[in-house]
């Protein structure tokens, strides 16, 4: 079975690590890995994926309302219940996968943004993951997903409208080092390819930032 429909079935699965805590615990070895990077007020910890559309809505909301970037408000945990369902990773993605593979996908794109996850950085995400107490399938599964080749344009043509856009966005920025210049010379583009306004980009970055800061 290739990666892509292991993935998919493994997403089907109520165990798999697109649900809860797993979620949170494989998204925090790609995170925790990179130098220097700090978990989102540690929401990403207990919410896993749906961290990151909660963000990503907190953002879309104050931008078509019309505020400015620096009135966002941080995301609360009662903000889960009553998350748009555009914004959920249990959507549907644009090709019919779940989108959570999509997020999954560009969170890992974005990691390997400067060139490569280099080998201690890999050596943490291979040890976080051996602690989680899964299958030798669901290992070897999370491996495939680190190891292959990310395409932009997969990320770019996964997004179902605007709201997906932005959460895919989000959750590559929550990756990415904006310090280093190859990390932002990506996000950049994938701005662009996204078709993101500046402005909304601009409340998105705040999202992260506030989460980040508290």
Known sequence: MDANKLIKSFLGNSSGFGKGA?????????LGSKKGRKMAGGTL????LAAAGV?????????????APEQAVPVREH???HMDARFSPEAPAA????????????????AKADGHVDASEQQRIFE????MGLSADDKALIFDMLS???SLQDIVASARGPE????????SRLVIDPDEASERAYLEALAHRLQLPADLVAHLEQQVREGVER
Not at 22 to 30: N, Q
Not at 58 to 64: E, P, T
């Open 55 to 67: 963000m990503a809505w907190k953002a879309y909301q104050g931008w078509q309302q019309g505020k």
């Open 164 to 171: 997906q856009a932005a959460e895919l966005y989000l959750a």
């Open 128 to 131: 976080q993951v051996e602690q």
């Open 95 to 110: 090709g019919g996968e779940p989108f959570q593979l999509s997020l999954m996908r560009a969170m890992i794109g974005a």
């Open 148 to 150: 292959a080749p990310v």
């Open 22 to 30: 797993a979620t949170g615990g494989i998204l925090g070895a790609v």
């Open 45 to 48: 910890k207990y919410a896993g």
């Open 79 to 81: 903000d889960f219940q």
